[in-house]
């Protein structure tokens, strides 16, 4: 019998040919585990505002694997002892690490499934996959909770500087055609290093950090939180919820398999999550689910859901506003509230469907004790980026800036 060649190439727009670097790693993604994360986007609904923004988290995390052997090459041929075994186990965390998102990214979060962080069911599977695997993925589970004693290893798959973050920018910079978020990402990983058990940056690679933080917080007024992405987000949902409540008094609301059972289930806990056996079948659940569903509730007699959906697909969008200083005055939204009743004749419970306040932050870089980024100078000296810099914005980067935003149809 032939052997399955899977030492397979994968020919990606932002980096060129990506080697799988091993043929358990290659096991993972034929999995349909993961698999489905080639139906969930990356970017959420960005794409009403950036048309090329249609890329997906299956893209993301090969991209992220790929920053990753090169940095554990970088760092091996520094003089960092980083086994095979190691090598293996923190490429599979950093692969593994987006497995919880669920449909459009962060929205599922805000609806279906409350008080649970992605990161969380990300885990769940990674201990799924090791019972599937027989244990081959413990070390890779121990990397991504921190618990393994060479930390150097989880902050290159979480923390300020990890290849998470080296990668979205630059994959989301390229499908949106925002040019603020290309940073130097080969400089940057060069200039990684390993001291006291942590990631540091060599002093000559401190122009690249500065870029990339300035970079970040660019990408995240431009893109993450353009004010139109968040009205869409908003809208989405509100949808969501809309339809869960509608559900417990009619069953039979149009839903796929897979969105039924979140329907029916109040999931507010992990442990709830867990004892439901939830994992199952939130890795059945994608964009599809959630879009299909959409479409048909268009034609739903609650004028509520129906106005949301037609809404969204048809890109029909609320107006929003937006200001920094403080909350929208209760004046202006209960004057809106009123015309939006009559308007739409509905009572002041479904009215909040309708006109919403919420707020939006953006730090992209924080100084807490055990997340700073050091530069490391030849002297042995470990100085933060936000004093070793020698201009100001990265400091002021630390702080974390809020925007408080009014939703209403327009």
């Not at 979140?262 to 689910?289: G, P, T």
């Not at 004028?303 to 969008?317: H, M």
């Not at 100078?377 to 800036?401: C, H, M, Q």
Request: proline content about 1%; charged content about 25%.
């Amino acid at each position: 019998m032939i052997p399955i060649n899977k030492k397979k190439i994968i020919n990606d727009p932002v980096y060129g040919f990506i080697n799988i670097s091993s043929d358990f790693v290659f096991d993972i993604i034929e999995h349909e585990y993961f698999q489905r994360l080639r139906r969930i986007k990356q970017l959420g609904l960005t794409y009403y505002v950036y048309p090329g923004a249609v890329h997906t988290r299956f893209q993301h995390v090969i991209g992220a694997t790929h920053l990753m052997k090169i940095a554990i090459d970088v760092l091996k041929n520094k003089g960092v002892e980083i086994s095979n075994e190691e090598e293996e186990a923190t490429i599979l965390a950093i692969l593994l690490h987006d497995m919880g998102h669920g449909p459009f990214s962060h929205t599922l979060e805000h609806s279906f499934v409350t008080n649970i962080s992605h990161e969380e069911i990300s885990l769940l599977f990674m201990e799924e996959f090791n019972k599937i695997f027989n244990g081959k993925l413990t070390l890779a589970i121990d990397i991504f909770k921190n618990n393994y004693h060479k930390k150097y290893l989880h902050q290159l798959v979480s923390s300020q500087l990890d290849m998470d973050r080296l990668d979205y920018l630059q994959r989301d910079s390229f499908f949106t055609g925002v040019s603020e978020g290309i940073v130097g990402f080969e400089r940057i990983i060069k200039m990684l290093n390993v001291y006291n058990n942590e990631i540091v940056v060599d002093a000559k690679g401190i122009y690249s950090i500065e870029n990339f933080l300035i970079a970040r917080r660019l990408m995240y007024w431009q893109v993450y939180l353009h004010k139109t992405v968040v009205v869409t987000e908003q809208i989405l949902t509100k949808i969501l919820i809309r339809a869960k409540q509608l559900y417990k008094f009619d069953k039979n609301l149009f839903t796929t398999p897979a969105l039924k059972f979140f329907m029916e289930n109040e999931i507010d806990s992990l442990e709830k999550f867990k004892s439901l056996d939830a994992i199952r079948i939130f890795s059945q659940l994608d964009d599809f689910d959630i879009m299909t569903s959409i479409k048909i509730w268009t034609n739903h007699s609650d004028k509520i859901l129906s106005f949301l959906c037609k809404s969204l697909i048809n890109r029909r969008l609320f107006k929003i506003e937006i200001q920094k200083e403080n909350e929208f005055e209760k004046i202006k939204t209960d004057e809106i509230k009123q015309k939006m009743k009559v308007q739409f004749s509905v009572n002041d419970e479904d009215v909040e469907f309708l006109v919403f306040t919420g707020k939006i932050y953006n730090k992209a870089y924080s100084r807490n004790k055990d997340e700073i980024i050091n530069i490391l100078y030849n002297n042995g000296d470990l100085v933060d980026i936000a004093k070793a810099s020698d201009i100001s914005n990265v400091s002021v980067l630390s702080k974390s800036v809020v925007k408080y935003f009014l939703c209403y149809p327009k």
